[in-house]
């Protein structure tokens, strides 16, 4: 959304089960990420979107982060 930084990677093509975390830190600010899922062709599909992601406090001393984890197969 807007001027927004991104990452791009491609997956291995063999038929793999793949568990992904995204995670952010905070800090004086937060980016909220939207992880987008493209085809071959580079269509949108799916979309995982701040809602699903939560505060991940960690432990004490550790940075506090927000996270999410989804599955690929």
Do not use: A, H, M
């Not at 995204?22 to 939207?34: A, D, E, Q, R």
């Not at 992880?35 to 701040?50: A, G, M, P, T």
């Amino acid at each position: 959304d807007g001027l927004s930084y991104f990452q791009t990677f491609q997956l291995p093509q063999q038929g793999r089960f793949f568990k992904i975390r995204v995670s952010s830190v905070f800090g004086k600010t937060v980016l909220i990420p939207t992880v987008q899922l493209l085809d071959s062709n580079l269509k949108i599909v799916r979309e995982i979107k701040k809602d699903k992601f939560t505060v991940d406090y960690g432990n004490l001393g550790r940075k506090v982060y927000l996270t999410t984890v989804f599955e690929l197969d």
